[in-house]
């Protein structure tokens, strides 16, 4: 059974990034840190399992930055929301965990160039942490659902504490989908 901070609101079209399709019977929420090697682990995995159900799901990333093991995270995840504004989320995310090792300010630059965004827009919007308090807000929605690690997955709104390979989360996204059908 479950508890009311292992549940999360599910993914909401005007303030999630949802890849896939929103309202889909199958959701997927990772709170996930862009320098955590587990996350990045998991990002093929993710990418599995959203091409295996396609239409069927709608998939949410929050960001969980673990600034006191991971120095480079908010910032990265900062970087995303900057490429989000832009439209570029979702390239700016898989650059960042497959470049994981490359975290620092020239790299988030120079992949923000290579997504030809508006790099001094970018640039500045980095500098002036305009999009700290969004992450902030991921965070604390994290805390709140009772994350303390990363990744952290919830399935159709329910914390998601078996494996994390493609066959565990498909199966739990299938037997979810099912169950609100």
Same mark, same amino acid.
């Given at each position: 059974m479950s508890t009311?901070?292992?549940? !999360?609101? $599910?993914? &909401?079209p005007e303030r999630d990034h949802i890849a896939g399709t929103p309202g889909?019977?199958?959701a997927l929420v990772e709170y996930g840190d862009f320098e955590c090697? #587990?996350?990045r682990a998991a990002y093929p !995995? &993710? @990418?599995? &399992?959203?091409?295996? $159900?396609?239409?069927? $799901?709608?998939?949410?990333?929050?960001h969980f930055p673990l600034s006191q093991i991971h120095p480079h995270a908010a910032r990265a995840a900062e970087a995303a929301e900057a490429a989000g504004a832009q439209?570029?989320?979702? @390239?700016? #995310?898989?650059?960042?965990? @497959?470049?994981? #090792?490359? $975290?620092e300010d020239a790299d988030l630059l120079r992949y923000a160039?290579?997504?030809?965004?508006? &790099?001094?827009?970018?640039?500045?919007?980095?500098? @002036?942490?305009v999009w700290e308090p969004r992450v902030r807000e %991921?965070?604390?929605?994290? !805390?709140?659902?009772g994350v303390n690690g990363t990744p952290t997955f919830f399935v159709n709104g329910v914390r998601h504490d078996g494996?994390? %390979?493609?066959?565990?989360?498909?199966?739990?996204? !299938?037997a979810a989908a099912r169950r609100s059908a």
């Open positions: 009311p901070r292992s549940r !999360v609101i $599910l993914p &909401v889909a019977p199958a090697p #587990h996350c !995995v &993710v @990418e599995a &399992v959203k091409e295996a $159900l396609g239409p069927r $799901l709608q998939f949410a990333y929050r439209g570029r989320f979702w @390239e700016m #995310h898989a650059m960042l965990f @497959e470049n994981q #090792h490359a $975290l160039d290579h997504l030809d965004l508006d &790099v001094a827009r970018f640039a500045r919007e980095l500098a @002036e942490n %991921d965070f604390l929605s994290g !805390v709140r659902a494996a994390w %390979d493609v066959e565990s989360l498909l199966g739990a996204l !299938v």
